[in-house]
């Protein structure tokens, strides 16, 4: 009880918090970074055989983003769904390092195991039954999608940022990294450097926990800034709602004295909103 209501206090001010004694065995976490590392040391050939179509519209594949300019990506980076089997594209998943799915699908059941747990600790800070958020993100059609992200180290002190300031479209992202640090966060009015704890799997709140929260929870604005002389790599796993579900604020949620402040809109058209700049609510 303690620690949910750590979980929930710290999803309402900050929107991330760091879960250790989290189940998923530091063996596991350790073969899933050795297998991401190996990945992005094969040749540039090699890697392509993975690489996001230039003719398409989704966003799997591996791609190489490497920009000397301010708020631009400097990180290359492979992105592909793993649950549920009916989404996975394993074209996209590479071939070598063998071992690669073996480790993906064993650490796919484990964070997902996680993450429901954690949606229902949310769902209890709202005063709701357990599973209330995992049925407003559409229950077993709830879609896992791994991203691994290399950040190679930036000559140009002068333009560190990997990734530019933004907040997450999906529900929630558990995050392991390297140990080298660089991803911060926004919090009154200021950016902090969030700590880099080896066991620790990161959890940071998205825009749809936000939405179906009615705004109860916190979605963090965050950056990854680049080392000079070290590598820094990350593999999140983002929990993205069911794209045909409504996300907006839980109806049980809504009272006279707690008007909803969001409009209901599919996720599918959310995301297609947010990706291009348009007005939302």
């Known amino acids: 009880e303690l620690v949910a209501r750590a979980v929930v206090k710290a999803s309402e001010e900050w929107g991330i918090f760091h ?59 492979l992105f592909h769904r793993i649950w549920p089997p009916s989404c996975i594209n394993f074209n996209y998943w590479p071939k070598n390092p063998p071992q690669y799915r ?42 896992y999608v791994m991203r691994i992200n290399n950040f ?21 992202a558990l995050i392991v990294t390297n140990e080298v640090p660089g991803l911060q966060i926004f919090n009154d009015d200021r950016w902090f450097d969030v700590q880099y704890i080896p066991s620790a799997i990161t959890i940071t709140i998205g825009d749809q926990i936000l939405r179906l929260s009615n705004g109860k929870y916190k979605n963090v604005l965050h950056r990854v800034t680049v080392d000079t002389e070290k590598q820094r790599m990350s593999w999140p796993i983002f929990v993205d709602a069911n794209p045909d579900v409504v996300i907006g604020p839980l109806p049980e949620l809504i009272t006279g004295d707690n008007p909803s402040m969001f409009k209901p809109i599919t996720c599918n058209d959310f995301k297609y909103r947010r990706l291009f700049k348009l007005p939302v609510d």
């Not at 063996?27 to 230039?54: C, H, M, N, S, Y």
């Not at 209890?124 to 059609?141: F, I, S, V």
């Not at 180290?153 to 530019?164: A, I, M, R, Y």
Request: glycine share 8%; proline share 5%; with cysteine.
């Open 102 to 143: 073996e480790v993906v699908e064993e650490y796919t059941k484990e964070t997902k195991m996680l993450s429901e747990r954690l949606l229902g600790v949310l769902s209890e800070g709202l005063g709701l039954r357990h599973d209330a958020l995992k049925k407003g993100l559409g229950c077993d059609k709830i879609e």
């Open 19 to 77: 879960v250790v004694n989290h189940g998923i065995s530091t063996d596991l976490i350790q073969r899933l970074k050795e297998i991401g590392k190996q990945f992005f040391d094969l040749p540039e050939t090699e890697k392509k055989e993975v690489a996001k179509r230039d003719d398409s519209e989704d966003f799997e594949g591996y791609t190489r983003n490497l920009k000397y300019t301010e708020d631009e990506v400097w990180a290359d980076n």
């Open 152 to 172: 190679p180290p930036n000559p140009k002190p002068d333009s560190n940022l990997g990734l530019p300031e933004h907040t997450d479209i999906v529900a929630l």
